[in-house]
Each structure stands twice: as structure tokens, then as C-alpha cells.
């Protein structure tokens, strides 16, 4: 996919720069900056839109520290979230556009929907004392994890223990594309 984007757009100095999908729609700067949190971006420096320069900065984690982060996080770093480190991305806690680098100390996993969710301005990510990943709501109050009690009575239900409601996925969203895959072929294979 290739956006085009005007650096104002993504720094938030000229929030009406351009910022679109190649021949398609216009994106939000909150989206550019999501898109480009973990892929290759080609600089291309312009004049009235003539190309007079172009640059290439690899912003992709490259696979031996997305490793390493994966070891260090776990899984989603949101507070409470349980989505396991394979299925997360890698998110640049200060943004590349803003200076952020590429290194262990800088990055942090998040599943698809918290990576979105930060990227639309629903919370913030900041580093504390140096080290500690912090959460915290648009007016600085940090976000902790809730972790639901078991209701007394809840388990008397025949047959149910305390094991049978974990989700084998990680908390994964439905992949309708798979299911649809799997059902379609032996359906068409069985007698109507």
C-alpha cells in the first residue's frame, strides 16, 4: 500500500496537508501514523510537488528485536489485555516521526485493536523512570488493569470448571476469511 503524506500532516504541524491512499481516499493523520508505525517508509523530498529528492528510512523492527521484544513483553503491554506476544504488533512508544528510534527501549507490543486504539488518541504510552511503560487516559490518570473476580455461584454449572471458559486463541478477533475456508470445502463436499 502506498499513502502519501505530507510531513506537517504526520508531526501535526499542518493537520491540512495531504494525507491519502494512492488513488484512493483520504486518511486521518491518526491513521497515517498507525500505518507507519511499523513499515517502510520512502522520504521523498518535494517542491510544489515535483520529486527533487528521494530517501529511504527503514522504520521496521527487524526480526531478531521484534524477538527480543516479544521475550521481554509477553503479549499485549495494555493493562489487562491477555492477547499473547506473537499475535501483537511493535509499537514505537515516541514515534519515528517524532525522533523515536528503533531499539528495544523504545518499543512496546500491542494487539491490532489497543495499537489502533492508541493511534485514534483513546490513551497515551509513556515511559516512567526511565524503564517502566506506563497507560494512562487523556488527562494523565494511569490505566490499570481490572482483573474480573469469579462470581460466587458461577461455576454450578454441571460439567463446567474453573478452565472451561479460557479462549484457546489468546483472545483473538473471529478470522472470518478462515472459517470460511474451512466450512466452504467440506460443505461442498457433502451430500445435499
Known sequence: MVVHVDAGVLTGEDAAGRCHVEDGPWLSSH???WLACDADVVAILERDRIP???RRARRVIPPR????MQARDQGCRFPGCSVPARRSEGHHIRHWIDGGRTELANLASLCRFHHRRHHEGAFRIRIAAGVEV???AADGTPLIPVIPGCAEGALDVPGMTHTTALAGDGGASFDLDHAV???APVRARAPT
Not at 65 to 68: D, E, F, I, S, V
Open 181 to 183: 475456508s474451512v466450512i
Open 65 to 68: 528485536l521484534r524477538l527480543a
Open 134 to 136: 506506563r497507560f494512562e
Open 52 to 54: 527533487l529528492d528521494v
Open 31 to 33: 491513521a497515517a501514523r
